[in-house]
């Protein structure tokens, strides 16, 4: 509860303090930044281990938090990334090893900092804990558990969306490469940027954005990579060639 708390407050402080910019808020700008600045040091002293590296407990959540919200100092970055992928591929063998919390930054945290084959691995799984065991189980929507088939039921929603974290995001963001610019909002302006992975030959995806409709179609055929991309009119968009 203390990482978790200290982590989103955090995050939180540096929400605000984006929010109060936007608004021309200068003075309350400045207040949030230095409470975040404050809250960051008093979660790497408390959190942050040194030799060797970890923070918190060392599980996925804690390394997910603190990769997604930036909070630790720049040299441990990818020891802490590191560590999240050994707890991955080793101990979880290619499996989610998060609840709601760490699974709602999960696959982006991965794909951002250049590991989106580990996100793959986590999407296309089909046995326990993942997704596809829930479709290979028959279900027609998330558990609240990844045993929902055989968990206690008074704790054990059948429509528990949260638990699908941040994947259809994911899906949408790094696979299709759809991706709207936070400076410049309703998809004025699109970032288009996919990131092939694993065995995956082909993604179609489309997009209801407020400025209307973008696609992005990819397919890998003879060892060639072809994309097609579709944005609506009044829009620009600036596209990544992977």
Same mark, same amino acid.
């Given at each position: 509860?203390?990482?978790?708390? /200290?982590? %989103?407050?955090?995050?939180?402080?540096?929400?605000? +303090?984006? %929010?109060? +910019?936007?608004?021309?808020?200068?003075?309350?700008?400045?207040? @949030?930044?230095?409470?975040?600045?404050?809250?960051?040091?008093?979660?790497?002293?408390?959190?942050?281990?040194?030799?060797?590296? +970890?923070?918190?407990? !060392?599980?996925? /959540?804690?390394?997910?938090?603190?990769?997604?919200?930036?909070?630790? =100092?720049?040299? %441990?970055?990818?020891?802490?990334?590191?560590?999240?992928?050994?707890?991955?591929?080793?101990?979880?063998?290619?499996?989610?090893? &998060?609840?709601?919390?760490?699974?709602?930054?999960?696959?982006?945290?991965?794909?951002?900092?250049?590991?989106?084959?580990?996100?793959?691995?986590?999407?296309?799984?089909? /046995?326990?804990?993942?997704?596809?065991?829930?479709?290979?189980?028959?279900? /027609?929507?998330?558990?609240?558990?990844?045993?929902?088939? &055989?968990?206690? *039921?008074?704790?054990?929603?059948?429509?528990?969306?949260?638990?699908?974290?941040?994947?259809?995001?994911?899906?949408?963001?790094?696979?299709?490469?759809?991706?709207?610019?936070?400076? #410049? *909002?309703?998809?004025?302006?699109?970032?288009?940027?996919?990131? =092939?992975?694993?065995?995956?030959? @082909?993604? !179609?995806?489309? @997009? !209801?954005?407020?400025?209307?409709?973008?696609?992005?179609?990819?397919?890998?055929? !003879? #060892?060639? @990579?072809?994309?097609?991309?579709?944005?609506?009119?009044?829009?620009?968009? #600036?596209?990544?060639?992977?």
């Amino acid at each position: 509860g203390d990482y978790i708390g /200290t982590a %989103y407050f955090y995050y939180e402080l540096t929400l605000m +303090r984006r %929010y109060a +910019r936007l608004l021309g808020k200068m003075n309350e700008a400045t207040r @949030f930044q230095r409470s975040a600045e404050r809250m960051k040091k008093a979660f790497n002293d408390r959190f942050l281990q040194t030799n060797p590296p +970890r923070v918190g407990n !060392n599980s996925q /959540t804690s390394n997910v938090l603190a990769l997604a919200f930036h909070l630790l =100092p720049g040299k %441990y970055r990818e020891a802490i990334l590191n560590n999240l992928i050994d707890n991955i591929m080793g101990e979880n063998a290619g499996h989610t090893g &998060t609840g709601l919390i760490g699974g709602q930054w999960l696959m982006r945290v991965l794909s951002d900092n250049g590991r989106p084959d580990i996100a793959y691995v986590l999407a296309a799984q089909k /046995t326990y804990p993942s997704w596809g065991y829930m479709v290979e189980h028959g279900a /027609t929507t998330i558990w609240e558990l990844w045993n929902g088939d &055989t968990g206690d *039921p008074a704790m054990n929603s059948h429509n528990h969306v949260m638990l699908l974290g941040d994947l259809i995001v994911w899906l949408y963001e790094d696979l299709a490469g759809i991706k709207a610019d936070p400076e #410049k *909002p309703a998809f004025k302006h699109i970032v288009m940027r996919p990131q =092939p992975v694993g065995d995956l030959q @082909f993604v !179609n995806a489309d @997009f !209801n954005s407020m400025s209307g409709q973008v696609k992005s179609e990819w397919k890998i055929k !003879n #060892k060639k @990579f072809h994309w097609n991309v579709s944005i609506p009119a009044n829009t620009t968009a #600036k596209v990544f060639s992977p």
